[in-house]
């Protein structure tokens, strides 16, 4: 342990991978299910259903109280949005973030989607963000220090648009806890932050608007919401550093593909 930061051996990354396998199949389920008509709770219950359906357990459900298995945020919500009787309306952009524990070892990732047909702006958004989640795992694979990450996010998202980039909510280190130092900025600061090493296991989140990055917290004292009303996208992975490379445990391709534009081959532990 080093500043309260969790080293894994290669086995536990191993047991983070059939955790973030999970992940990923809840999300494509999840996918499937957001159509117009459906109902933030039907997405809930899908993917209750596939974690319970793999024998694992939500790592979102009971968490600091937290009442469901997934957070679904529509719009001009960011994160942390409550399931509900909630109906999903062609044009919605919706976030989802949603986790798994396996064998006590944690995955974490999220996506945003336009419900049906949406306007270019949102599927603008959505990839500016997209993209930038994949600058910082790419980062990890060379750089040396965690500040280097959080430029790389910076430098992807300002070169995307004119977006804000969300500063209260951050990425995490994750493992036998959903989360754990250190705290993975999404923007760029003086701090070097600390040195990347094998072991670390880290969830790259960044959240982007289309407007100002100022957020505030709905009176369910969950759901953040940006405070000029614009509409906000979400991503997230979990990435494993080891001795032999990188490794997107979230991801089924093991990130090779998000990872191809920038250089960067993922190195499997299989």
């Known amino acids: 342990m080093s500043r309260g930061i969790e080293y894994k051996t290669d086995d536990e990354i191993r047991v983070m991978r059939r955790a973030g396998l999970v992940v990923a199949e809840l999300h494509r389920a999840v996918r499937e299910a957001a159509v117009p008509g459906a109902t933030t709770n039907d997405l809930d219950e899908v993917a209750a259903g596939v974690i319970a359906e793999n024998g694992a357990t939500p790592n979102f459900l009971g968490?600091?109280?937290?009442?469901?298995?997934?957070?679904?945020?529509?719009?001009e919500e960011v994160v942390h949005g409550i399931?509900?009787?909630?109906?999903?309306?062609?044009g919605d952009l919706l976030s989802v973030d949603a986790g798994a524990v396996v064998d006590?070892?944690?995955?974490?990732?999220?996506?945003?989607?336009?419900?049906?047909?949406?306007?270019?702006?949102?599927?603008?958004?959505?990839?500016a963000t997209t993209h930038t989640m994949w600058a910082g795992i790419a980062a990890t694979a060379s750089a040396k220090h965690l500040g280097q990450v959080s430029a790389a996010m910076d430098d992807a998202a300002t070169a995307a648009g004119e977006y804000g980039i969300v500063r209260e909510y951050t990425g995490h280190g994750i493992g036998s806890q959903m989360h754990q130092p250190p705290e993975?900025?999404?923007?760029?600061?003086r701090s070097r932050g600390p040195r990347l090493?094998?072991?670390?296991?880290?969830?790259?989140?960044?959240?982007?608007?289309?407007?100002?990055?100022?957020?505030?917290?709905?009176?369910?004292?969950?759901?953040?919401?940006?405070?000029?009303?614009?509409?906000?996208?979400?991503?997230?992975h979990t990435v494993a550093i080891h001795s032999r490379g990188v490794w997107v445990l979230t991801s089924p391709d093991g990130?090779?593909?998000?990872?191809?534009?920038?250089?960067?081959?993922?190195?499997?532990?299989?």
């Open 63 to 75: 968490y600091y109280g937290f009442p469901k298995t997934i957070c679904t945020s529509v719009n």
């Open 83 to 90: 399931p509900a009787d909630r109906v999903l309306r062609e």
């Open 104 to 127: 006590g070892w944690h995955g974490d990732a999220a996506f945003s989607m336009v419900i049906g047909t949406g306007s270019a702006q949102d599927e603008e958004l959505i990839a």
């Open 184 to 189: 993975v900025l999404n923007y760029r600061t």
């Open 197 to 236: 090493k094998a072991g670390m296991c880290l969830a790259i989140e960044p959240m982007l608007t289309a407007g100002g990055h100022e957020t505030d917290v709905l009176d369910d004292e969950w759901t953040v919401v940006t405070t000029d009303g614009s509409r906000a996208a979400h991503v997230e």
């Open 255 to 270: 990130g090779a593909a998000g990872l191809a534009p920038f250089g960067v081959s993922p190195v499997a532990l299989d």
